[in-house]
């Protein structure tokens, strides 16, 4: 078998051990023939959950519309956990769990959407999950990421990435080029430009019809009839603050563009495995024993010799 061909068994592998770990811990059946879209680590507005959830819902909404809407089946999959008193997270986590229970239980996404909360997210629980990874989300504002190790941890396993030109994602680009990853968003300039000249967010939902469906979702709520109205008004007025400060709705559309490219790449199963490979092979810079060899040199100006 090819190098390519061994490298699709191995993730196919790690899918389906993923798939029966989870089985075993929730009863809960992955489509392990879906795309693996993950987003896990720690739930703040900054880090956008929400656009990745907004993103989710125009998945939905169009697949009532249209069963064949979706030509790449997904299985989205989020673990995260909140600071006690982060109010607006915890709506957050309630939001990914109703959305999750609403879709899992229609039968047109049946085989094609499927979304999962994992709980108690840990180490022990992303050891299991990066190497099963396809997609890794790496969605902040760009600007405020400071670095974040998440993203490398994906790389090394073979994820492609979906994010923005924020925290390491800068230096993975650096090495990946253009090509590689799935880069969408405004840049950190931008999103300062754009708050100073006055983002007003309400005239992206007034002027995108995608937009406005998924917002109203949001406030009329899902199944189990939780409204989530005060996401929306935080987004649209702001609640006490400036409205939409993380810029979810100025990134929306350069999002589900990024997502379309991502689904619709996935099906070309052997370049799929090609920018999988690369990714693997220049994940070697984010290396501990690189950054010590280079802080040796360039700061503490000690030898470095090889064991």
């Known amino acids: 078998a090819s190098v390519l061909e061994r490298l699709a068994k191995i993730k196919r592998d790690n899918k389906m051990a993923f798939a029966s770990y989870v089985a075993k811990e929730s009863g809960i059946i992955l489509n392990t023939d879906a795309m693996f879209?993950?987003?896990?680590?720690?739930?703040?507005?900054?880090?956008r959950q929400l656009l990745n959830v907004m993103h989710i819902i125009y998945l939905y909404q169009n697949l009532k519309r249209d069963p064949n809407f979706l030509t790449t089946p997904k299985v989205y999959l989020f673990g995260a956990k909140a600071a006690p008193g982060y109010h607006v997270a915890k709506e957050i986590i309630h939001l990914i769990n109703s959305l999750a229970a609403t879709i899992n239980a229609d039968p047109v996404c049946k085989d094609k959407l499927q979304v999962v909360f994992l709980e108690n997210y840990?180490?022990?629980?992303?050891?299991?999950?990066?190497?099963?990874?396809?997609?890794?989300?790496?969605?902040?504002?760009?600007?405020?990421?400071?670095?974040?190790?998440?993203?490398?941890?994906?790389?090394?396993?073979?994820?492609?990435?979906?994010?923005?030109?924020?925290?390491?994602?800068?230096?993975?680009?650096?090495?990946?080029?253009?090509?590689?990853?799935?880069?969408?968003?405004?840049?950190?300039?931008?999103?300062?430009?754009?708050?100073?000249?006055?983002?007003?967010?309400?005239?992206?939902?007034?002027?995108?019809?995608?937009?406005?469906?998924i917002i109203d979702q949001l406030s009329k709520g899902f199944d189990d009839g939780v409204s989530y109205d005060n996401l929306t008004r935080m987004l649209l007025f702001g609640n006490g603050s400036a409205p939409d400060q993380y810029m979810l709705l100025a990134d929306f559309e350069s999002y589900r563009a990024a997502q379309q490219l991502a689904a619709q790449t996935y099906l070309d199963t052997k370049r799929w495995n090609q920018m999988s490979l690369l990714n693997i092979a220049r994940s070697g810079i984010f290396a501990a024993d690189r950054s010590i060899r280079d802080y040796a040199r360039d700061i503490w100006d000690v030898p470095v010799r090889k064991i």
Do not use: C, W
């Not at 879209?37 to 880090?47: F, M, N, P, S």
């Not at 492609?160 to 680009?173: C, F, K, Q, R, S």
């Open 37 to 47: 879209d993950v987003q896990v680590k720690r739930l703040h507005e900054y880090k």
């Open 122 to 213: 840990r180490v022990s629980l992303a050891e299991k999950l990066m190497p099963a990874s396809e997609l890794s989300e790496q969605i902040s504002t760009a600007g405020k990421e400071a670095s974040g190790t998440g993203n490398m941890k994906f790389m090394m396993n073979g994820a492609l990435t979906i994010g923005t030109l924020d925290g390491a994602n800068v230096e993975m680009h650096e090495v990946l080029g253009d090509e590689n990853i799935f880069l969408f968003g405004l840049k950190a300039h931008e999103v300062n430009e754009m708050k100073q000249k006055g983002y007003k967010p309400y005239e992206y939902y007034m002027r995108n019809g995608d937009l406005k469906a």
